[in-house]
């Protein structure tokens, strides 16, 4: 019989560089202590990298860099959202950063969630799942959610002309159907501004 470290060993290297898997997709292999040691053990050995508390990936290897590269934070955060059947909305200057409005690049990330409230470290970047209410998490588009964030974190009245103007731009991408239903859940002084896109 294969050992749990062969077994586990033999499941990620079929899979894709850059893949990232949790203690519980090996369950099936053996104890939940002997999992844990088999991976504690490939670490050590390099083959995988530890990202936090239960989460590893296949590290990839960038030829310009010289490196081992592992996944953006944001794919690290989708991936324990996707395993916990949890939505997740982009706060802060995350949200302003994705949307092009602020070349700033957090290194702390906070996510409001229907999941499980937690905090992580996934390398230098420290990663927090906030509770949050229903409402906050009906948007149909990802587009307009990250704007209401965007906003939220600028604050009302400390718009600028440009941030205005380059958030209706992006909003005017949105079909009419999904704008007039994101609009209703934002907040007015928010809900005003992105009216402006529609047609």
């Known amino acids: 019989m294969e050992s749990i470290e062969r077994l586990i060993t033999n499941e990620i290297q079929s899979a894709d560089e850059k893949s990232i898997f949790f203690t519980e997709d090996f369950m099936g292999y053996g104890t939940p202590d002997a999992v844990r040691i088999a991976l504690f053990r490939l670490v050590n050995k390099n083959f995988i990298t530890r990202l936090a508390r239960g989460v590893y990936v296949k590290p990839g290897y960038s030829k310009i860099l010289d490196k081992e590269t592992v996944p953006s934070v944001e794919a690290i955060v989708k991936a324990i959202a996707q395993r916990d059947r949890a939505k997740i909305i982009p706060t802060g200057v995350y ?23 937690r905090k992580l470290k996934i390398g230098k970047a420290t990663v927090k799942f906030k509770r949050t209410v229903p409402k906050n998490l009906n948007f149909k588009n990802e587009l307009c959610m990250l704007v209401v964030q965007a906003l939220k974190e600028i604050g009302n009245g400390k718009v600028n002309i440009r941030e205005k103007e380059k958030m209706i731009e992006l909003l005017k991408q949105v079909e009419y159907k999904e704008l007039k239903h994101d609009i209703a859940l934002a907040p007015q002084w928010i809900a005003e501004i992105m009216a402006k896109a529609l047609p």
């Open 95 to 117: 949200a302003l950063n994705a949307l092009g409005i602020s070349t700033q690049v957090p290194m702390n990330f906070v996510f409001l969630t229907d999941g499980t409230p």
